[in-house]
């Protein structure tokens, strides 16, 4: 047990960086953009309507959230909490808070379990001391455990990618059809979960078709695996995301629309993918050392071990050449990347203190040489990491004025609110059958003024003006409620520009809480809507 305690202590931080404040935001739906998408084909899959009418994404996470339900349905129904599964899906339905939480659980524990793949791949590549860095640098990675709180696909699908690179570095070793088939299966449902990450076809394909791998056989026999792989993760994708099949017309339609939209860009222009990635979603998202170490570390690995070093520099090479081609830059979009900059990085480490030991004349402390630059390398990233999860566990701004709004008007009222969707708040029925009590309206000719004006400001948002209705009526209402998220007088904060989530990736200077800072104006002399 005892040689086992350190992955299980590496481990226990992943989870604990991951699943620390996973309820965050709830109940509105809003505060983390596209959780609202899941939820929906998730809802509609537990109810046996599996055809997503959605083709943007593939399916596999939604059917992993909808089957996750089902062991609460079963309890719930056991211990009297529900009736029937009708009344559970009422229940779930009144709210979507129970649905979201599950995605977020899927999400976080998916990405405990890339920790511990990347633990799996480093020990048999390098040796334990790399594996254990390597397991470290994943899970103090800011930009994979910041997506693992959310639910939606993209840490999934890079937990898939590393389940199918792991049986490609065992295939290699072994020869094992199983190993073969493992490796084939996951690439399928990794791209199931997110279309580019079939990308990870790459590292298997080469080794099959590898003329330095004698044991291959003739070409004819060696492109024959290549036809079987890809097959075999054809029918992986096809069995759980099967609709691409059944309505083929809709999905080839949405892939088209998924490429243009990579390549024309999603709000705000940052520049090509290659640039922004690099400078920004990486930078931040596992901190100048890390990245460093693990760009050096890849580089190394090719010069003094070629085969092993193409293995492990094929996939995050390709998948960043393709995935940066485009104008549309989520830092999300980077995340399959990350583990293989850590395995990189641990490699570096690992290396580096091989050869600092040997120049203090310690060679038998270079496994002490190597944690002690591990940690070094690591800090930035696990610094942020905190500060962000102190932050995520803060009550939302957009929570907090909503709460205002039912306590104090619980008869209702007529909402008007500025800003982007993602600024806005939500209000939910009191029960199962009740209706929502307050009304948003918009502010335009010939309507009747609202009864609260809700005004957000945020530092990702400075192209908002406010228009010059509302303007106005802010003169006239009283302010009776605001809601301070960030200092307005602070710098040095990053953000993820395109990405409608109001916490940033770099900075965190003068950031209370979650969501954009919000002043409520009440029309002169309203009390509440009578019922």
Not at 161 to 187: I, N
Not at 379 to 404: E, Y
Request: hydrophobic letters at 55%; one cysteine or more.
């Amino acid at each position: 047990m005892r040689k086992h305690a350190p992955i299980v202590l590496i481990l226990a931080i992943a989870a604990l960086a991951r699943f620390w404040a996973i309820d965050f935001g709830l109940p509105s739906p809003l505060c983390r953009p596209d959780e609202e998408a899941v939820v929906s084909i998730a809802v509609s899959a537990f109810s046996r309507h599996y055809n997503p009418n959605f083709f943007d994404w593939p399916t596999l996470f939604m059917y992993m959230v909808a089957i996750s339900m089902v062991p609460l349905f079963k309890i719930g129904r056991w211990i009297g909490w529900f009736r029937s599964e009708f009344h559970f899906f009422q229940v779930i339905t009144s709210s979507y808070t129970p649905v979201i939480v599950h995605a977020r659980v899927v999400s976080a524990a998916m990405g405990v379990l890339s920790v511990w793949l990347l633990y799996r791949i480093a020990r048999r590549l390098f040796d334990q001391t790399a594996a254990l860095v390597a397991a470290l640098f994943l899970a103090l990675a800011f930009l994979h455990a910041r997506d693992s709180h959310f639910g939606v696909t993209d840490v999934s699908a890079t937990a898939f990618v590393l389940a199918s690179f792991l049986f490609v570095v065992r295939f290699r070793e072994s020869s094992l059809p199983r190993d073969f088939f493992a490796a084939a299966v996951f690439a399928g449902l990794a791209t199931s979960t997110k279309y580019n990450a079939a990308v990870v076809a790459l590292p298997a394909l080469w080794v099959v078709l590898s003329p330095e791998r004698p044991e291959g056989g003739p070409w004819l026999s060696r492109i024959g695996r290549a036809v079987l792989f890809g097959f075999v993760m054809a029918t992986a994708f096809v069995l759980t995301t099967p609709y691409s099949v059944i309505e083929f017309n809709r999905f080839a339609s949405a892939l088209r629309g998924v490429s243009a939209h990579l390549a024309i860009g999603h709000g705000v222009m940052l520049g090509r993918g290659w640039g922004v990635h690099l400078a920004s979603s990486l930078r931040h998202g596992i901190g100048e050392p890390m990245l460093v170490a693990g760009l050096a570390g890849l580089a190394l690995l090719v010069i003094r071990q070629r085969r092993k070093g193409i293995i492990v520099a094929i996939f995050p090479v390709v998948y960043y050449g393709i995935i940066g081609g485009g104008y549309t830059v989520f830092a999300r979009y980077i995340l399959p990347v990350v583990p293989f900059l850590c395995l990189a990085a641990a490699y570096a480490v690992r290396e580096a203190g091989d050869w600092l030991a040997a120049r203090l004349g310690r060679p038998a402390r270079s496994a002490m040489a190597a944690w002690g630059l591990a940690l070094i390398v690591v800090a930035p990233s696990a610094w942020s990491l905190v500060q962000f999860d102190w932050l995520l566990g803060q009550t939302d701004s957009r929570v907090l004025v909503a709460r205002w709004i039912e306590v104090r008007f619980p008869a209702g009222a007529r909402i008007a609110e500025m800003g982007p969707l993602s600024t806005h708040l939500h209000f939910w029925p009191s029960g199962i059958g009740a209706l929502v009590p307050h009304q948003h309206v918009e502010l335009s000719p010939g309507v009747a003024e609202p009864d609260i004006l809700v005004v957000p400001t945020s530092p990702r948002d400075p192209g908002f003006r406010l228009p010059a209705e509302a303007v106005s009526l802010a003169a006239r209402y009283e302010l009776r409620f605001a809601v301070v998220a960030y200092d307005v007088t602070a710098r040095g904060n990053v953000y993820d520009w395109q990405d409608e989530f109001y916490l940033p990736v770099a900075g965190f200077n003068g950031i209370r809480r979650p969501g954009p800072n919000l002043a409520i104006y009440v029309r002169p002399g309203f009390s509440g809507l009578a019922r």
